[in-house]
């Protein structure tokens, strides 16, 4: 090796020593704070997540022993696991966001110090920023509306809603798309974005309707007292603690067409029992009318009869 070689390689060992010293620990300085920085977030999100999960695990209302009072609380327990799979949704998306911040910040930095221009870089990032923008505009609407609809609980797995296209079962809930199934069994994706509406049919109580159809002459006080009884002895069967907030109530005189008097029966539900309420009251109503000897409405000159249910049905 000649003097200028030996010259060239010392100069060149200095100066790769004399970076490690400054732009190189620099760099490392800041991958190493970047890393410390996201860890340090994401544990203080993960004990904001417990944190609230626990509060809304101990937290409780008291039932009063009443029918009522017991699907509250049920109904209660229920919005708290909802409330922490809520909870535990936002904090993935929180953790996700810190370290795409974070890594960005780290990244820009560290190029920044390598000697990379980003003046020109960052003008192109938001020329293609802007395009992107144009471009994926719905992917965004899709992603900012799945945000408002977790925190603001609109519907959750479980739940039967009616978005308009579709009615049925919410089977999965995304940032981008909810999966629902219909009664026919089909699976339905539909992006959040394109959601104006959302009609939840499984939040707080539903009503069932029942309309008992008896011929014109019957005395209506003595149908009232029957359906009345039947609807008591239906909220005392233990089959149905929890799914009826309260005995069934006769809400009078519904209609009077022909020789068909119409009387409605309504039962406040626990969410998702509406259907099966209806149709047990419906068969206990029919037999209670049946054993108390209480005619049914006359068959019309084709055929036409009035039914139980929430309009024409079977015949009594």
Request: without cysteine; hydrophobic residues 45%.
């Amino acid at each position: 090796m000649t003097d200028l070689d030996f010259a060239t390689t010392w100069l060149t060992a200095q100066r790769f020593q004399d970076w490690l010293l400054t732009d190189g620990l620099r760099i490392l300085l800041t991958i190493v704070f970047a890393v410390v920085v996201r860890w340090l977030l994401h544990r203080l999100i993960t004990r904001a997540v417990r944190t609230m999960t626990e509060r809304t695990s101990t937290r409780h209302e008291d039932s009063d022993g009443s029918r009522a009072g017991r699907v509250w609380a049920q109904a209660n327990g229920q919005a708290r696991a909802r409330h922490q799979q809520r909870t535990a949704t936002l904090g993935s998306l929180l953790r996700s966001v810190v370290t795409f911040v974070v890594g960005l910040i780290a990244g820009l930095t560290v190029m920044d110090l390598i000697g990379i221009p980003l003046g020109p870089l960052l003008a192109s990032a938001g020329v293609g920023g802007v395009a992107l923008g144009f471009g994926a505009q719905s992917l965004v609407k899709d992603f900012l509306s799945g945000v408002f609809m977790i925190l603001e609980d609109q519907y959750g797995v479980g739940d039967v809603i009616n978005t308009g296209e579709a009615t049925g079962t919410v089977e999965e809930v995304s940032l981008r798309v909810t999966r629902l199934r219909d009664a026919d069994g089909v699976t339905w994706y539909v992006r959040n974005g394109e959601i104006i509406r959302i009609g939840n049919l499984s939040q707080h109580r539903a009503t069932a309707v029942v309309d008992v159809p008896v011929a014109y002459d019957e005395d209506v006080a003595k149908v009232t007292a029957v359906l009345r009884e039947a609807g008591e002895r239906m909220a005392a069967d233990p089959a149905w603690e929890g799914r009826l907030l309260d005995a069934p109530t006769v809400a009078g005189v519904e209609s009077i067409t022909g020789q068909t008097l119409t009387i409605r029966v309504l039962a406040e539900t626990s969410p998702g029992d509406k259907i099966d309420v209806q149709r047990e009251l419906r068969q206990r109503l029919k037999s209670a009318t049946d054993g108390a000897g209480i005619k049914a409405p006359p068959v019309g000159p084709f055929g036409a009869y009035g039914g139980f249910g929430t309009g024409t049905g079977a015949k009594p």
